[in-house]
T-cell receptor, first 112, second 119 residues
Framework: DAKTTQPNSMESNEEEPVHLPCNHS???????IHWYRQLPSQGPEYVIH???SNVNNRMASLAIAEDRKSSTLILHRATLRDAAVYYC?????????????FGKGTRLSVIA | GAVVSQHPSRVICKSGTSVKIECRSL??????MFWYRQFPKQSLMLMAT?????????EQGVEKDKFLINHASLTLSTLTVTSAHPEDSSFYIC???????????????FGPGTRLTVL
């Protein structure tokens, strides 16, 4: 799977939007862009994924650049419960049962 | 979404003993399960891929005789840490792949993790 690059940490004020960037310049045409997050002492939790078009769900929005070399996870109103490590992961949709490979992610701190 | 459980959630054992961790997919059948390990302040590291009814595939550097994996059914995989030592203390996380027949895409769902402390 292609590599992703994320900032080590970010900080946000509560109830403000948060934009978490991810660069994936070597993405292939069949790679899905996944976002997972991990709260302290818990397993990773699925947030959102997409291929080419922007995606919205109840948790977040995913904005994908036109050339697909970068993407941004958008939390519309950060809460204290959103403090977690956010992982941007590429996974080939043709990869069958290949596992998700985690990078270092971005540690998001939310300030009250 | 699909639910994956792990048991126990935390375990403390003495050095030299063996510890078994269970991973269950509660509402779907998982032909493939994955085991990860996570040390403090680090990311998840894949240890092995477990396929139902066959031998697990271990990542480079992971001792297969120390970390025994059994995937006897479509809903249960177990990881046994044999002769545990303090350096095996870690957060062990399993995940299960849910094959979606319509899209053909295998989503991966994670358990809550098991914190192992070896004294």
């Amino acid at each position: 799977d292609a590599k992703t690059t994320q900032p080590n940490s970010m900080e946000s004020n509560e109830e403000e939007p948060v934009h978490l960037p991810c660069n994936h310049s070597t993405i292939s045409g069949t790679d899905y862009i996944h976002w997972y997050r991990q709260l302290p002492s818990q397993g990773p939790e699925y947030v959102i994924h997409g291929l080419t078009s922007n995606v919205n769900n109840r948790m977040a929005s995913l904005a994908i650049a036109e050339d697909r070399k970068s993407s941004t996870l958008i939390l519309h109103r950060a809460t204290l419960r959103d403090a977690a490590v956010y992982y941007c992961i590429l996974r080939d949709r043709l990869g069958g049962n290949t596992p998700l490979v985690f990078g270092k992610g971005t540690r998001l701190s939310v300030i009250a | 979404g699909a639910v994956v459980s792990q048991h126990p959630s935390r375990v403390i054992c003495k050095s030299g003993t063996s510890v078994k961790i269970e991973c269950r997919s509660l509402d779907f059948q998982a032909t493939t399960m994955f085991w990860y390990r996570q040390f403090p302040k680090q990311s998840l590291m894949l240890m092995a891929t477990s396929n139902e009814g066959s031998k697990a595939t271990y990542e480079q550097g992971v001792e297969k005789d120390k970390f025994l994996i059994n995937h006897a059914s479509l809903t249960l995989s177990t990881l046994t840490v044999t002769s545990a030592h303090p350096e095996d203390s870690s957060f062990y996380i399993c995940s299960a792949s849910d094959f979606s027949g319509t899209s053909g895409y295998n989503e991966q769902f994670f358990g809550p993790g098991t914190r192992l402390t070896v004294l």
